[in-house]
Every structure is written in structure tokens, then in C-alpha cells.
């Protein structure tokens, strides 16, 4: 979350080669009651600053967290888990059987982040010539929800599993249907590979702010992470998705929305000040500016740093340009732009101070936004979140604003009530479930 900060003493991130250590942070954040620990995930990296990129380990080497989340769901009992694929590299039928798979696996405590990457690096490493233009991908995304909604939803009826020993009759293969999907992107034939699971589709998860991708966030959408500089510009970003899903026939509570936050706790506030000033005086600006033009398509350095930061256009990721330019509501110059970036990056909220005061932020901000809860950002793993679980979590304990105990198991249960394990009946995806009739 902060280039540069691997190096940190006390941060163990550089163990993300061990079982143990995911096993470890799965465990903290079960006995922290969080909803679910979320895993980012790009295929792209830097490739065109090879040397910054390696020597500083941006977004490289990564391994692959879907293969993490099976052994995590068997070391704790409550804990959900939210990976990222993206509809701009997957196909959708070994993607649906993934995301079946881990329901299972889980016992229906698993979400899927849905991106529409715009890295041109990771798009030449599946062979492909380039990126297609930004709100195209996002058309790209729906037919694969499309196709997704088909695989999960309809393929197979509740009751096409018999599994009946005596009577040598495993599945009715009436109620297994044939998946046909022609379109522009995507073309199969195919039944479903995995029998119904608990949530059937995994929750949702969407996290682009562009125009287009908050028009996919409010049909898809079951949860959204959201960031924004100020408490007024996070409630109209948060009215505005609820606005959105209304128009698409969702009701405002169907959709939960997260905001980053970046919590440094200490005893004293002099001792969280400390802390936080040693872990960003680890950060790299070079390597945050890289990570800039990652996401965006735009090299910051290249542009004259007086120049107002307007009328920029990309066909990579819009929410960290708009964020500077529709968002921001004054003009900002190129430097600006650098400065505020180096030193925040894509982080949400930043609080250093007491358990208290840490809680105080976040009373305030939900309920001055209408978000529902947060996305908690890491400096140091795991010991930031260590800290959090053990000193802030008692504090809004005491105050209501947390969970004493889990209750439902499945993650859909969790955000939306006993009885929701599967997709609303007003979701878009509810649409495919009669495939055999
Ligand atoms: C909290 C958060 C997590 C994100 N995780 C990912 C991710 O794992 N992989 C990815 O490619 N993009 C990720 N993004 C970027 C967006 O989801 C989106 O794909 C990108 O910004 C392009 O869409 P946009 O033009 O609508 O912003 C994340 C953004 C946020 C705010």
C-alpha cells in the first residue's frame, strides 16, 4: 500500500511465500470478528521500469492468492475471503468453476472482487496486442457477468443432486442444463462443472469509481469500495451509487459499501505519530509514481510539473485521474498531484492516534457518509493489524459500532441477513435461474 515499505523493519510482508503467515493474519482476523480479509490481485506490473519495478518490488513478484483462500478456510471457522478476477483476462466458465469450487470449500465464505484491469502488461502476457478502450471493458465485464450468471445460477437446479448410494443415482441430468452463450466477447456451450454451492454466485465486489464503472457497481455490485479526500465527497459518491442501483431496480440496503482506512494505533498519540512517521519515512516517491502510471496509463514525470492537471484522457484506470480532476473541486498542478499521490497513494482515510480516537474517525465517517464499514489498509503485516484487533476492536465494541461474536456463517448471510445466502431476487444475476425452463 506504501512503495518502499517492504524494507520496513517490523513488516513481515516478505513472507508471503508461507503458509504460516497467511494462516497466522486469517487466525488475528477471525479473533478481530472482521467480516472478511480481501485479497487485490493484477496480473500487470511495471514492466517498461524494470529495474525500479524489481528493486523495489512493485506489484512483482506475486503469487496467486485463489490458491491461498482452501488452506486459510480450514485453519479458521468464520473468516471470509474476497479475491480479485478480472473478465478482461478469465474466461468464464473456468472462472465460475473456481469461484463453485471455493464456495464449497468454504462453506459459502467467499466473495469475488470483479475488475476491469486496464494493465497493457498483463494483457501482453496473455498474448494479446493491447488493452480494449476503458468503457468497453467494462461492456466486456457484463457479458461476462452475463455468461457467469448463466454458469452459477442456472446450470443446476437445487434439486439436480440426488446422491443416492443404494440407488446407484448420483444427478438427474434433467435438471443439469446446457449453458449456451453467443456473444461478442465470450462464446460457450456447456454445462456447469460444479453442483450447486451455498451462495451459488460468490458476493459481488466492485471497485472501480470511473462514470461507467459505477454504473457496473450499482447493477452488479454487492459490495463497493469506495475512497474519497472528505467526508462530503464520500457521501455524494455513496448517494450516488445508491442513486444508481435504485434506477436499476436495487434497493439502497442491497448494496454495502467500504471505505479504505489506513488506522496507526498507539498508546499515546505521540507513540502513533512516531510510528507512523517511521513507516513513511520508508516510502519511495519513485516507486509510488510508478505505481501511478500503472494504474493510470499516466507518467507524471513526463508531464511539466506547473502545468494545471486537467483534460487528462486514458484509456487505462480513471479513478485516480478523476479522483484529481472531477473529485477534487479545485485545480490542481501536475506537482500538486505528485506530492498529494507520493504521500497517500491509494490509500483511504489516515488516522494515527489512540484506540479512542481512532474510533471517534470512524464513528464520524459512517455516520456522516452512510458507508457501512471499512477496508482496513496495511503499513506493517501483521502486526498493524494486530495492534487494531487488539486495542481499537474492544473500543467500538464498547461503543455498539462492532460485533461481540459472529453469527451467520456464509459471507452473503453476514452482510445481508440471516436467510440471504443466495443472490436477491432483484439482482440481475436472479434473472438466469430458470435456465431449464
Ligand atoms: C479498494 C480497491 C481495490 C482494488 N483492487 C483491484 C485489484 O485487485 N485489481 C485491479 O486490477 N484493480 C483493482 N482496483 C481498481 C479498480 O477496481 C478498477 O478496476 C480500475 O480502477 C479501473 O476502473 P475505473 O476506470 O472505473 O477506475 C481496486 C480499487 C480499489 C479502490
Not at 465517517?365 to 493489524?385: C, K, M, Q, S
Request: aromatic residues 10%; contains cysteine; charged residues 25%.
Amino acid at each position: 500500500m506504501t512503495q518502499g515499505l517492504w524494507a520496513h523493519p517490523d513488516n513481515q510482508s516478505h513472507r508471503y511465500k508461507e503458509l504460516g503467515f497467511w494462516i497466522e493474519l486469517a487466525q488475528l482476523l477471525e479473533r478481530g470478528l472482521f467480516d472478511f480479509m480481501f485479497f487485490a490481485d493484477s496480473y500487470g506490473y511495471p514492466d517498461h521500469k524494470r529495474e525500479l519495478t524489481y528493486r523495489e518490488a512493485v506489484y512483482a513478484p506475486a503469487n496467486d492468492p485463489m490458491l491461498i483462500i482452501p488452506a486459510l478456510a480450514a485453519a479458521t471457522n468464520n473468516l471470509a475471503f474476497v479475491t480479485t478476477a478480472s473478465p478482461v483476462y478469465e474466461l468464464p466458465f473456468p472462472n465460475a468453476r473456481r469461484f463453485s469450487t471455493l464456495d464449497h470449500l468454504t462453506n459459502g465464505r467467499i466473495g469475488w472482487n470483479v475488475v476491469a484491469a486496464g494493465g497493457i502488461s498483463g494483457a501482453r502476457a496473455f498474448g494479446r496486442e493491447g488493452i480494449l478502450p476503458h468503457d468497453e471493458r467494462y461492456e466486456q465485464a457484463e457479458e461476462f457477468m452475463e455468461a457467469s450468471y448463466k454458469l452459477l445460477e442456472g446450470s443446476w437446479e437445487d434439486d439436480a443432486v440426488v446422491g443416492d448410494k443404494a440407488g446407484r443415482y448420483y444427478a438427474d441430468a434433467s435438471k443439469v442444463h446446457i449453458v449456451e452463450h453467443e456473444g461478442r466477447y465470450y462464446r460457450m456451450t456447456g454445462a456447469h462443472s460444479c453442483e450447486p454451492s451455498i451462495q451459488r454466485t460468490p458476493v459481488l465486489f466492485q471497485a472501480g469509481s470511473s462514470d461507467r464503472g459505477r454504473d457496473f457497481a450499482a447493477k452488479h455490485a454487492e459490495g463497493v469500495f469506495l475512497k474519497a479526500p472528505t467526508v462530503e465527497a464520500l457521501r455524494a459518491q455513496v448517494q450516488d451509487i445508491r442513486r444508481r442501483a435504485a434506477a436499476f431496480g436495487r434497493g439502497p440496503e442491497q448494496i454495502k459499501i467500504f471505505t479504505g482506512l489506513s488506522a496507526v494505533v498507539g498508546r499515546t498519540k505521540e507513540e502513533a505519530q512516531r510510528k507512523l512517521d517511521s513507516y513513511r519515512s520508508y516510502a519511495s516517491r519513485e516507486a509510488a509514481l510508478l505505481t501511478y502510471e500503472n494504474a493510470t496509463g499516466v507518467d507524471l514525470l513526463a508531464l511539466d510539473p506547473d502545468a494545471p492537471f486537467v483534460n487528462v484522457k486514458t484509456e487505462q484506470g480513471r479513478t485516480h485521474t478523476e479522483r484529481y480532476t472531477k473529485h477534487s473541486g479545485t485545480v490542481q498542478t501536475v506537482r500538486d498531484v505528485m506530492d498529494n499521490f507520493a504521500s497517500k497513494e491509494f490509500r483511504g482515510i489516515t488516522v494515527a492516534g489512540t484506540p479512542d480516537e481512532i474510533a471517534d474517525h470512524m464513528q464520524h465517517w459512517i455516520e456522516e457518509t452512510g458507508a457501512d464499514g471499512f477496508n482496513l489498509e496495511r503499513y506493517v503485516l501483521p502486526g498493524g493489524h494486530r495492534d487494531f484487533v487488539e486495542l481499537v476492536v474492544p473500543v467500538l465494541q464498547k461503543r455498539g459500532m462492532f460485533r461481540e461474536r459472529y453469527e451467520e456463517t456464509t459471507l452473503r448471510e453476514r452482510l445481508f441477513g440471516k436467510g440471504f445466502a443466495r443472490l436477491a431476487d432483484t439482482h440481475p444475476g436472479a434473472a438466469y435461474r430458470k435456465l431449464g425452463e
